[in-house]
């Protein structure tokens, strides 16, 4: 009877570390490969991202994310591995780091040089504003009424 | 014999335009009206000459002249005529043919207006268009002939436009067909639509440059040129939302638009011609950005050119693949020389320019409008930018890199939302002078309401801090312009004594600028509010189902039912289709049949995705090859896309915005008797 116990003691044991082994070997959905694969871009085909693109390429790259999450890798270090392998270009954009600055640096800086230049030009074209509030808040109620009258007068001055 | 007689038509109108080009020089410097009404003949003549062209590739096209290498590539036996016929701008050659064509008709429509007081510019327009129209014939005549054909050539199959010695014609059983991606209405009236838009900037640009030669750079240029812009920018705007469309219906991702470098190529000209159009404006009603109104439209024309040459000479795959043909490097050189010269007339003639009267107000319109421009510009900048990138890149580093949607994405978020809130807030503003004062108390009422709006989403949708700003803008738009509409009926229900209807619809009229532009306004907002919702609100899942299983996505529960395939041999396509049931708590809301068609001919996918459309969002299912598809399982793709119709919805009010924007007002001569004949019907109705 003691080892029939034991027996099945130890029998239920071992279904146990099955249970979690089977656990562990469960493989990462679609979705779990996709949210990776919609960060990566095809390293060979043209501006496809790595989750809609149709190749056999493709197909194979999306089964080796599937494999590394399993695997238990992270985001980042699939990331990573696929820069080591493939280069920078399968990045969304480019590497923050190294001589790619250049990159994030000249947008901002070209737009806030066009805003300093329309800034100048219209101090340049604006004079200094007379403070005239009484005069402000008679056009805003006849503004549209106005807009009429100086509509009608242009088109008579056309017409001169 | 048509390929022959083709490609002669063609060489002939190259030479003719080369003779357009000298005699309207000649005739503007000779001051000879006569040369100068032999240049406009001669333009005129392109016209027809191009037609016959085309209908000579045309006839070729449709009854499967395969010896013709062009025609071998674009079309095949399994096509239906019409597909042959868009078949023409399907390819590099013929659609280069189809540029040259739309140039040529919109030249000639623009010499047969009437001259009059303008003669001065008539030959320098012709010289602009004619030398745009060369470059693009000559690019057919030397580089990218649609009418070479195959011939034999010891036991070589080689394309040539003539036979070389002891050759024989080589015509094989069927052609490659069309990509299959291109075989969607969207897809064929895409690429006109964006060709009409491109081709007609050219207008406005030939004016610019003839106002700089005959230094008669008043805004005499851009009224002539208003409507040319407004219809350009129609069709730009247009082909943009069909491409948009076509890729939601057909590529398969769920999306409509990638930040793609092809589909930036067609967007930056509709950021400067968006720009020039709010610019104009400014010109037109208070004399002010000569300089940069002739700056943005020579930018505008040098952009349509580069995206022309962009989506056309293989750099975008790689800067080396740039080299492989001549196209590249024409392309480059065309543009550079046209901005050299451009940026020099403008330079020579910088004086001329200067405003007539000032800026008085930094709330003003024209201020707001100068802000319009720098945001306009911003984007330009960032969108450039990252095309060309990874293109400097690789030439300087041999390392592609990518530049994809986050950078746009986040880099241009701020600019789009700066710009819903000026589209908001301009339309108060005054001409000459505003103040915070006068725009807060024309907007505060709006404004309340807008954030009331808010509020409500904020308990009832969504705590996304982005989408409640965005909705916050779109509503305060919507408040705003629909106020405007009010109070401007209301005012003129006042003085004319009107029904409401009646006074807003003779308002409208009277002014159909002004109201056509706060109907694009207004759809505008409603296609934000698409965008807002895909963007922001997409939700999507994948896996694969057994028949019978079902997937769950955002309340929808989407079950697999059955698959059926089959082959169309008059199609030339093998069909793969899912039948899916789709229900929402419970109640069974209908079918759904993603499809995957394979083409047999180019050998090609297409995934078709099955579409559920409402209001409130779209179910977009996808049949995904992930795994082999049988009736045992098969991989699904769902997304739920919330609010996108508001995008397509806000696309057909901006048609209906913009052509009632450029209709034509009625005659002002007419105003004073039009007046006067309704003081009198209502004073006889007292």
Known sequence: ???????????????????????????????????????????????????????????????????????????????????DNYGARVLAEPPKQGSYWLFYLLPPVIILAGAFILLRSMKAWTKPIVAQPAHSAARSETSTTDEYVSQFEEESKKRK | MFAEFGYGILVVTFIVAFYSILAAVYGAKNKSASLVESARRAMLLTFPLISIAALSLIYLLVNNHYEVAFVYGVTSRSMPTYLKITAWWGGQAGSLVFWSFLLSGFASAVTLRKWDRDIEFLPWVIV???????????????????????????????????????????????????????????????????????????????????????????????????????????????????????????????????????????????????????????????????????????????????????????????????????????????????????????IWRWPDLQSETEMKSMLSREALFLLNNLLFMSILVICFWGVIFPLISELFTGQKVTVGPPFYERATAPLFSALLFLMAVAPLSAWGHSTFQTLGRAMWKSAIAAALVTVALFFSYTQNIGALIGFFLIALILFITFQEFWRGARARQKVQGENFFIALSRLMGRNRRRYGGYIIHISMALMAIGILGIEIFQSSTQGMLAQGEELEIAGYTVKYRELASWDDAGKGVNFTRATLDVYENGVFLGELNPRIDYYFDSQQNMTIPGNRSTLRDDLYVLLVDWQPVSNMGATFKIYVNPLVNWLWIGSLLFLAGIVFAAWPDHDPAEEPIRAARQVGQSSAAD
């Open chain 1, 1 to 83: 009877m003691k080892k029939f116990l034991l027996t099945l003691a130890f029998i239920f044991l071992l279904s146990l570390f099955t249970g979690v082994a089977f656990a562990q070997e469960s493989t990462p959905s679609d979705d779990e490969v996709n949210a990776v694969a919609s960060q990566l871009y095809c390293p060979v085909c043209e501006s496809t991202p790595l989750d809609v693109c149709p190749t056999e390429a493709c197909r194979q790259w999306r089964d080796l994310i599937r494999q590394q999450l399993a695997d238990g890798m992270t985001e980042d270090q699939i990331k990573k591995y696929f820069v």
């Open chain 2, 128 to 346: 602009v268009c004619s030398i745009t129209l060369m470059f693009f014939l000559g690019l057919v005549v030397f580089y990218e002939n649609p009418f070479t054909r195959y011939w034999l050539v010891g036991g070589n199959v080689e394309p040539h436009m003539f036979a070389p010695s002891n050759a024989t014609l080589f015509t094989a059983a069927d052609g490659q067909g069309l990509n299959p991606l291109l075989r969607h209405p969207g897809m064929v009236i895409h690429p006109p639509m964006l060709y009409l838009g491109f081709v007609s900037y050219v207008i406005p640009y030939a004016f610019a440059m003839a106002a700089l030669i005959t230094g008669r750079t008043d805004d005499r240029w851009i009224r002539l040129t208003r409507r040319w812009s407004l219809w350009a920018w129609l069709f730009l705007s247009f082909g943009l939302v069909l491409g948009g469309r076509w890729a939601y219906d057909v590529l398969g991702w769920g999306g409509y638009w990638g930040w793609d470098p092809v589909e930036i190529a067609a967007f930056m000209p509709w950021l400067t011609g968006t720009a020039f159009l709010h610019s104009v404006m400014i010109q037109e009603k208070r004399g002010l950005l000569k300089h940069w109104n002739m700056i943005l439209v020579i930018l505008t024309y040098s952009l349509v050119i580069f995206g022309t040459f962009l989506t056309r000479s293989g750099v975008l795959s790689s800067v080396h693949a740039f080299a492989n043909s001549p196209i590249g490097p024409l392309f480059m050189g065309f543009v550079s020389l046209s901005l050299i010269v451009s940026i020099s007339l403008v």
